[in-house]
């Protein structure tokens, strides 16, 4: 049976849950258990913090996990880890932040003290600027630590930057690391040959799930004089679907579309002469 390790909290939490739900698997927990077997994929699911995650897959207790790329780099099993896939969730941009007009640039940052939640990262990325710092090493909260005198300035995880603002704090220089969820195994992990069928299945489903969410099926009744530039508009995968209609002179066409452009698809369609423009959305795809 195939281990999957799910965030058991956090903003990757609901997420990771609802893409593993559309995705066919059984996630649901009751009572918060730490623990759901589906008996029907042959796969059992272990909530634990991400933080967790990176470190128990990485050391093949577990044989893949849903976390963050920061959490990984943080934890320092990003050279035991292999991602499999890019989630395109929980995005996040570790900065350092200070006060307001406190500090220039992050070179003024050299000497001062810098509270974090993620050493490993703070380590790296000032020995890759050229700067020392002393680190304060917090488990949360660590956008109070300027406020409370524990700290100068503080290097955290950026979501939104809500925290910060409310802080009264700002980000200095660029981020320091992007990041998003992504699906991860263990780089040395042997496995037998049913899990890794099983891994090549979820990631499969997963991938298919991403896909459906990006593109829309767009069905539409288009005259022949139009056809070519109809096509041209709707490109689709490979090709798009073309049908004769019942009346002469008209044809029905299927494509995928990415959802993002489908309002501005359907204008251009229209503008062509094509009528009885339908657009539908897709759950899962397979490509």
Not at 262 to 286: K, N, S
Request: charged share 20%.
């Amino acid at each position: 049976m195939l281990r999957i390790a799910v965030p058991n909290k956090g903003s990757l939490n609901a997420p990771a849950s609802q893409l593993l739900t559309e995705a066919g698997y059984r996630v649901h927990r009751e009572n918060k258990a730490l623990f759901v077997t589906d008996n029907t994929n042959n796969v059992q699911f272990v909530f634990l913090r991400p933080r967790d995650i990176a470190v128990h897959v990485g050391s093949g207790v577990l044989d893949v996990g849903i976390t963050g790329q920061d959490l990984l780099a943080a934890s320092g099993t990003a050279e035991t880890t292999t991602e499999l896939l890019p989630l395109g969730f929980g995005a996040s941009q570790f900065y350092f932040a200070a006060p307001v007009q406190a500090f220039g640039s992050v070179m003024d940052l050299d000497g001062k003290r810098v509270a974090t939640s993620f050493p490993a990262l703070l380590e790296a990325a000032t020995s890759r600027i050229g700067i020392k710092v002393e680190p304060v090493e917090l488990e949360g909260a660590v956008e109070t630590a300027v406020e409370l005198g524990l700290a100068d300035a503080i290097a955290d995880v950026v979501e939104t930057g809500a925290s910060l603002r409310a802080a009264n704090l700002a980000t200095i220089g660029g981020s320091i690391l992007r990041s998003e969820a992504v699906l991860v195994r263990g780089s040395s992990s042997a496995l037998s040959p049913e899990r890794e069928q099983a891994i090549s299945v979820l990631v499969r489903r997963l991938h298919g799930v991403l896909i459906a969410r990006e593109y829309v099926m767009m069905d539409y009744n288009c005259p022949a004089p139009a056809l070519q530039k109809a096509r041209e508009i709707t490109p689709g995968m490979e090709a798009p679907t073309v049908s004769r209609l019942d009346e002469d002179g008209w044809f029905a066409v299927r494509a995928m579309v990415l959802r993002k452009q489908a309002q501005a698809v359907m204008d251009a369609l229209w503008d062509t002469g094509a009528r009885a423009i339908l657009v539908t959305p897709l759950e899962a795809c397979r490509l």
